[in-house]
């Protein structure tokens, strides 16, 4: 199985803060990297597809880069509703295998 | 709109099976997979298996062998996750989930239901 390893597991950060997740895969799966945001009680929702493609209605201020083994994932200006835990999930095999999350917190 | 409505929550005993259905709506629904994916509380979700609505192929983690079946009911749009010889540590919250792609697939989960808790104890 692919192992895919997320980084800090939380983070506090202030309104308007850049904030920053990283994403390591225990092998290469080129660009077949995607990124969740998941609020408490709710499903995960889809914010950007194949490492940097961003899924309709999403804002512009998340930005997902990498790939090979490394992958980052940020939000370029921190909202209040971006509270929320965000994973990675590999989509390059089978079984489908996610990160550990990284929940995000206002400061 | 696309939707996914899942059926209830289910408490079960351990050693017990449990259905959860999965009806979608508002999309063609034999052009796309849907995938299971469970959530223990506080975890990481972990996938356990998906099936093509257009042919009925499915894929099953190898994480929970013979344990979990997915089939379909394509003339109610409804797909359903069966697990059985259930046990404390399968409770957990179990999504259905949309494939982002139509009629080829991309394991990126586009949709996905509201979710179903199941609870398992004594």
């Known amino acids: 199985d692919i192992q895919v390893t997320q980084a800090p597991s939380s983070l506090s950060a202030s309104v308007g803060d850049r904030v920053t997740v990283t994403c390591q895969a225990s092998q290469d799966i080129s660009n077949y990297l995607n990124w969740y945001q998941q609020k408490p009680g709710k499903p995960p929702k889809l914010l950007i597809y194949?490492?940097?493609t961003l899924e309709a209605g999403v804002p512009s201020r998340f930005i997902g880069s990498g790939s090979g083994t490394d992958f980052t994932f940020t939000i370029t200006s921190l909202q209040p509703e971006d509270v929320a835990t965000y994973f990675c999930q590999q989509c390059d095999d089978l079984p489908l295998t996610f990160g550990g999350g990284t929940k995000v917190e206002i400061k | 709109q696309v939707q996914l409505v899942q059926s209830g929550a289910e408490l079960k005993k351990p050693g017990a099976s449990v259905r959860i259905s999965c009806k979608a709506s508002g999309y063609t629904f034999a052009s796309h997979l849907i995938h299971w994916v469970r959530q223990a509380p506080g975890q990481r979700p972990e996938w356990l298996g998906w099936i093509d609505a257009g042919d009925g192929e499915t894929k099953y983690s190898q994480n929970m062998p013979g344990r979990v079946t997915i089939d379909l009911d394509s003339g109610a749009s409804t797909v359903y996750l069966d697990l059985s010889s259930l046990r404390s540590e399968d409770t957990a919250m179990f999504f259905c989930?949309?494939?982002?792609?139509?009629?080829?697939?991309?394991?990126?989960?586009?949709?996905w239901g509201q979710g179903t808790l199941v609870a398992v104890s004594s």
């Open positions: 989930a949309r494939d982002r792609a139509s009629k080829w697939k991309s394991f990126s989960l586009d949709y």
């Open positions: 194949t490492a940097s």
